[in-house]
Structures are given as C-alpha cells and as structure tokens.
C-alpha cells in the first residue's frame, strides 16, 4: 500500500481506520507513516495526523524511535491545528520521556495561554500536562492558575475537561 496515495484518497474515519490497521504492530510501515507525515504538504500531513494518532492509541511505544521529531515538528511556524490536535492527543496515549518533558510542557502552556488556539488544542494540552504533573509536580500549581483563570471564560468543553483536572489536582 503507498500510504501517502490512501492519506490522499479519501479523509474519512474508515480511511484513517483501514490505513491504521495496515501500519498497526509494523515498525517498517509505521516510520513511512510518520515520514509522510513530516513531509507534508500541509494537507497530506493533516490527513496523516489521523491514522498516525490511531496506531498510537492502541499501541503506543510504536512512537517512541519518533517522538523527537513529531515533537520538534509541533514548533515550526503556522502548522495547521489538525496537526496539534491530532499530536496532542496521541502524546497523551505515549509515555514521554523526560528528556522531552521541557519541551512539551512549554508547547502545551503555550497552546493553553493562547487566546486563539482551538478548544480541543487546549483540551489535549491539559491532559498531556496532567500526566505529565505525575512526574514533575512543580507544575501543579502553574496548571492550576491557568485553568482557573481561563474558565470564567471558556466554552463548555474547556471548562468540563479543566473542571475534571482541577479536581484530581486538589
């Protein structure tokens, strides 16, 4: 199967299935999956984020040998917000190593205190920093005041999912 051709077929969630489901369990197909995701354009890049963030739901040290590079990816200039919703969310599915924790614990602050990032964005961001919080507790209490000064003003969703994280928190 080329990849970057069924990325293009079709954006579906029965395409993004059927290429998961071939990449699944396989190293080799898993690293052209990421690469295709890396290579862009910026549409095939979105499509890709898809099925890459499916493989890494049900079976997450497949992104391990790529994590680097996925995470150096989120901090080139105007990245298209599929491409931060869909890496935020399967790095919340992935144990991050430390030496990656500065890094993403300053991108996830960083789509937090954004004004003009998409809820889900923001969503994910809290997540990965909840988990996060579990080994780096010094963070508690950053994460806390940046909910809690956001949710006078957030959308349901942001204040549901920050809701549920301020409560665990205390």
């Not at 369990?25 to 890709?48: I, S």
């Not at 923001?122 to 579990?134: D, E, G, P, R």
């Amino acid at each position: 199967m080329d990849l970057r051709q069924e990325i293009l077929r079709e954006h579906s969630k029965k395409q993004a299935s059927k290429i998961a489901d071939y990449v699944l369990d396989n190293r080799q197909r898993f690293k052209v999956l990421v690469d295709v995701y890396l290579a862009g354009p910026y549409r095939v890049t979105q499509r890709a984020a898809w099925p890459l963030g499916l493989c890494v739901e049900r079976n997450p040290v497949l992104i391990k040998p790529h994590l680097k590079r996925i995470i150096d990816y989120l901090e080139q200039p105007d990245i298209h917000d599929a491409v931060k919703r869909n890496t935020m969310r399967l790095l919340q599915f992935c144990d991050i190593p430390s030496r990656h924790h500065g890094q993403v614990v300053s991108l996830c602050f960083q789509y937090l205190q954004d004004g003009r990032e998409p809820v889900a964005i923001k969503a994910f961001a809290m997540t990965v920093l909840h988990q996060l919080i579990q080994t780096i507790p010094d963070l508690k209490k950053e994460l806390k005041i940046i909910l809690e000064d956001q949710l006078p003003y957030a959308s349901p969703a942001f204040t549901v999912r920050a809701r549920k994280i301020l409560k665990q928190l205390a």
